[in-house]
C-alpha cells in the first residue's frame, strides 16, 4: 500500500477537520500541509512542500471564492504539472467543474464529503501515476534567519548570507524585518531612503523596475529593503503584504534573505519563515538561548513545520565549552534535533560591523570564520538534505 501524502489548502477550518477526519481511516495516509488561505500564492508553498514530499497530492477547497481559487489552481498546476488535485466545492454546478478541471483539476469531491466518495478519490489518487520529483523550480528560494535570543548574531549571519549568495552572481534580495533593531543597513553601511512601508504602499503595482528603483542596492549586487529608521512610524506591514511581496520576490530573483530578528510569533515573521525553504534558528551555546530555541522550536512544530525546514545554527560555536556553556551532543539532545552548523566566533566579525562591510567582503581578514561560513552556505543552499543522523551533521570550527 503506498503511502498517502495530502496537502489541504481552504480558508474554512471545519473543512480541514473533515478532511483529516476522513483520513483517520485510512491507513499510510497522512497530511503534510495545511494551507488556511487559497491565495495566488498558493503555489509557493505547494513548491516548497513538494520538494520534501513529492508524491504528496494536493485537496483545495474553492467554496470560499471558486473563482480566486480555480485561478490559484491553475497556477498550481502550471508551476506542477504532475501534481495530483482535488477540487472541492459545495455545488458541483457544470461551470465550476468544468472551470476546475480545466484548470488542471483531477477529481472533484461535492461537499459535504462523504467517506466513501472521499476514500474513492484517494484510491484513484494513488493509482494514478507517481512522480519522483515536481523537477527544478525556477522560483527564489526564501532563508529566515531568527535569532532565539537577543544578539545571538541573527542578523551578522544574515547579512552575510546574501552577500556570499551575491558574490556568488545570485540575483538576492535582503529583507530586514526586525523594526525595531534596524541593523541590517547598519551592518552594511546603508541609508535606504525607501522602505518596507513604500513597498507595502507600491505592492499592487510592483515590478522589478519598480522595486530596483527604489530599494537600496549594496556593493556587492543585492539589494535591501526594511523598516523606517524613525521608530514611531508604526509597523505598517502585515503578514499578507509579506506573502504577496514574497509572490513577486521569489518570481524574480533567485534568493531573499530575511532578518526575522527575534520575534518567532510575529505574524509577519511567521509568514516569512512559513514562505521560506528553511528557517535558521541561530543560537550560542548559553542555555538561555538553548531554552528559548526549545520553546521557538515546538513552537514552529505546533505552527505546521517540519523538523526539516528548520535549521539550528549555533554561532561563536567553540568545543572548549566552560560551566555555563552547552555542549554540541547537549544542544542536539535538548533541542531533539541535529545541529546544522557552526560557525566560530572570530574579532573579524566585530572588525567588519565596525567598517560596515559584511566579514566574507574581506575574505583575508575573516580567515577562518570565511571558510567555515562559505561551507555553511553550501550546505544549506545545496539539494541535499539533511542527514539524519546527528554524527553525521558537519560542524564547522
Ligand atoms: N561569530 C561571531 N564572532 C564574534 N562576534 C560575533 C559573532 N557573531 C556575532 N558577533 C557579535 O555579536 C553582536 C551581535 O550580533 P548581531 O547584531 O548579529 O546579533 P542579533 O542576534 O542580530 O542581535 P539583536 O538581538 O540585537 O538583533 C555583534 O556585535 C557581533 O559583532
Ligand atoms: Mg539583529
Redo the contacts with the bound molecule.
Keep these: 500500500m503506498p503511502n498517502t501524502a495530502l496537502m489541504i489548502a481552504s480558508s474554512d477550518e471545519h473543512f480541514r477537520e473533515m478532511v483529516r477526519d476522513n483520513l483517520v481511516n485510512l491507513p499510510n495516509a497522512k497530511i503534510v500541509a495545511e494551507y488556511q488561505e487559497v491565495a495566488a500564492n498558493l503555489y509557493i508553498r505547494v513548491l516548497q512542500d513538494l520538494e520534501r514530499n513529492p508524491t504528496a497530492a494536493l485537496i483545495v477547497d474553492i467554496s470560499g471564492d471558486p473563482e480566486g481559487a480555480i485561478k490559484s489552481v491553475e497556477k498550481v498546476k502550471q508551476a506542477a504539472p504532475d501534481l495530483f488535485v482535488i477540487v472541492s466545492n459545495f455545488h458541483a454546478d457544470g461551470e465550476t467543474v468544468i472551470a476546475a478541471m480545466r484548470a488542471g483539476a483531477n477529481e472533484f469531491l461535492l461537499q459535504p464529503i462523504k467517506r466513501t466518495e472521499f476514500r474513492d478519490a484517494v484510491t484513484r489518487m494513488e493509482r494514478a501515476p507517481r512522480r519522483g520529483s515536481v523537477g527544478e523550480s525556477k522560483l527564489g528560494r526564501l532563508y529566515t534567519f531568527i ?1 532565539a535570543k ?7 549571519m544574515a547579512v552575510n548570507f546574501a552577500a556570499v549568495l551575491a558574490q556568488r552572481k545570485h540575483s538576492t534580495v535582503m529583507i530586514d524585518l ?1 523594526w525595531v ?1 534596524n ?1 541590517v543597513a547598519m551592518q552594511l553601511g546603508a541609508a535606504p531612503q525607501y522602505t518596507l512601508l513604500e513597498v507595502a504602499e507600491n505592492l499592487e503595482r510592483m515590478d522589478q523596475a519598480l522595486f530596483e528603483g527604489f530599494v537600496t542596492r549594496d556593493p556587492l549586487g543585492f539589494y535591501l529593503v526594511g523598516p523606517p529608521d524613525a521608530l514611531e512610524q508604526p509597523a505598517n506591514f502585515s503578514d499578507h503584504m509579506l506573502r504577496e511581496f514574497a509572490t513577486f520576490l521569489v518570481e524574480k530573483y533567485e534568493a531573499v534573505v530575511i532578518d526575522g ?2 520575534a518567532v510569533s510575529n505574524e509577519v515573521v511567521l509568514a516569512a519563515a512559513q514562505v521560506s525553504a528553511a528557517v535558521f534558528l ?1 543560537v550560542d551555546q548559553e542555555f538561555p538561548s538553548i531554552r528559548n530555541a526549545q520553546r521557538y522550536i515546538t513552537f514552529l512544530m505546533r505552527m505546521g513545520f517540519n523538523q526539516d525546514q528548520v535549521r539550528v545554527l549555533v ?2 560555536y567553540t568545543r572548549k565549552v566552560t560551566a555555563h556553556m552547552a555542549t554540541l551532543e547537549q544542544i542536539q539532545q535538548t533541542l531533539n534535533q541535529p545541529v546544522f552548523y557552526g ?4 574579532p573579524a ?2 572588525a567588519s ?1 565596525n567598517k560596515a562591510r559584511p566579514f566574507v567582503a574581506n575574505r583575508e581578514e575573516a580567515g577562518d ?1 570565511d571558510r567555515v561560513f562559505r561551507a555553511f552556505v553550501d550546505k544549506a543552499t545545496g539539494r541535499k538534505k539533511t542527514p539524519a543522523d546527528p554524527k553525521a551533521t558537519a560542524v564547522g570550527a
Design positions: 535569532g537577543g544578539g545571538v548574531g541573527a542578523t551578522t526586525d533593531g541593523d530578528g527575534r541561530v554561532n561563536r560557525i566560530p566566533p572570530s566579525v566585530i560591523i570564520l
